[in-house]
């Protein structure tokens, strides 16, 4: 008897032309370092007051897939989930924020025990990238998605691009004034932010599934922390100045991907003093709308 082992297990996708309905051909292997996605029900249960206190009814309800998929941020793998989060596609190697869904069929599969769990009408409902030095860039996928089914046969796969994953030490970080050049800085120790759709299912009366998701804003927020060295940073804060910030990542190789917010607002900046090395600023920041770029978030990348 075998159990399932993780470093025997596999990701794989294919989009959706129409909502929950998984397309013929095949599908495409996702490099990944963690995944949590499940089927969840919700519960029915009778309220009848019996005697003996017992209860006699309780049903599954509604259904919906959910979870999250963390991996090493790279070249062209996931540029389908970038769209998906954005709500937009590629247009000449840039992609902003728009308003079209885009849907995965997406499977796991247990190698070592030949069985397959199938992941419906799933979409990016939150995207979250975190950079700081001496790692890979690190991006989590929040997916929601309508429903699970079990398979014993895996989806024929095509191979992942092979491109190496993106760290910190190939990239640049610049702040300055909206519509302006920013500057590359030399001083920031990380950088996170998180993209919220909050996609939601969407239950009716005749189905335990969903028949659409239903999504909210794009609400984008990060923190960045970075050494004391004088007043610039956080006079930002004080003088709440609309800011511009890009991180551009690479892989050491030809690749590279930027990450702009065109117009965000600081809305902190937290001085402590942890111990005798050196002080950190902790910055909280919100990308808005920039009409210049129309857009709260442009994503580049390299040709």
Known sequence: MAFAQGSRSS????????????PAGNFTNLPFSTHSLNLTKDRVAGTDIQADRMPR???????????????????ADYDAFLESAMLSTWSTNVLKVGTTPKFFSIEDYAADIDQARLFTGMTVSTMGISLAPNQMVTATYGMVGKDMTM???????????????????????????VNGTPSTSAIVTGMD?????????????????????????AEIEGTISAYFENEALINRFLNETETELEVTVGDGQSNTM???????????????VDGPT?????????????T?????????RSA
Request: a negative charge; aromatic letters at 10%.
């Open 258 to 272: 930027k990450f702009a917010f065109p117009r965000a607002k600081i809305n902190s900046a937290d001085v402590g």
């Open 292 to 300: 210049t770029d129309a857009s709260n978030l442009v994503i580049t």
């Open 278 to 290: 050196s002080r950190v600023i902790s910055m909280s920041f919100v990308a808005l709308y920039n």
């Open 11 to 22: 990701l794989s996708f294919i989009v959706e032309s129409t909502f929950g309905t998984t």
């Open 151 to 177: 398979s014993a046969t895996e989806k024929t796969q095509d191979a992942a691009s092979g491109a190496a994953p993106f760290d910190a030490y190939s990239g640049t970080l610049a702040i300055g004034n």
């Open 57 to 75: 009814v309780d049903r599954h309800g509604n259904r919906q897939a959910a979870g999250d998929i963390v991996a090493d941020l790279r070249d």
């Open 193 to 217: 932010f998180t993209l919220t759709n909050s996609f939601a299912p969407t239950f009716v009366i005749g189905s335990d599934s969903a028949p659409q998701l239903e999504v909210g804003r």
